[in-house]
């Protein structure tokens, strides 16, 4: 699970098959909501949503006014609580369920390259990605441009793309772009803005 904000993408990922995916339905908007200090007052609004609590609802859809139309799941979280061991381990987040058995999620440094590369190779899941991060894919539109580790880079790397490959956008310095090639190894570099369409 991506956690960006109040929005969060699941992305299941099945070994056997050695492919992950991701729906629409995996996209929703989540935060807390205190109902003891609210009282009768309904949750509707996308503003409403609290950064902290010990109720966590999540929303599939909401309308062009940032108006929540449907909830997919409401629960109770907890960081760092653990059963099993008097040691708290705050890189576990754990949902509970009505039943009291929790779904529980590990931090991650980063979304393994495998997943991504899966992601790519499915035009539907790989749009729910892009849309949900809010970042863009571009096109080399240069015969040969050279990857540099940052803006300040005098001299680019050994590692160079060609016209027509496909890249991630990642964020803009300036003249300056963070791009990420999925190819046999997954690259991450600066390229210079003019070497990729608009």
Known sequence: MIIRQNKALEIKTYTNKKESHCDKDSFSY????????????????????????????????KNQNDDLLETTRDCFVTLNEDDDSTIPDPDLLRLYAINGTPNVYE?????????????????????????????VEKTIAVPKASIFKNPAATQPTKMYLIKGDKVEILSQDGQWVKIRYYGKATIEGWLRIDDIGK
Not at 34 to 60: N, P
Not at 107 to 135: A, N
Request: proline letters at 5%; charged letters at 35%.
């Open 107 to 135: 931090k991650i440094k980063q979304i393994p390259p495998t997943i991504l590369k899966s992601l790519k190779k499915k035009p539907k899941d790989w749009k729910i990605y892009l849309d949900f991060m809010g970042t």
């Open 30 to 61: 989540f935060g807390f909501w205190d109902y003891e200090k609210h009282g009768d007052e309904e949750l509707k609004h996308v503003s409403q949503l609290e950064k902290s609590g010990s109720r966590i609802y999540f929303y599939t859809k």
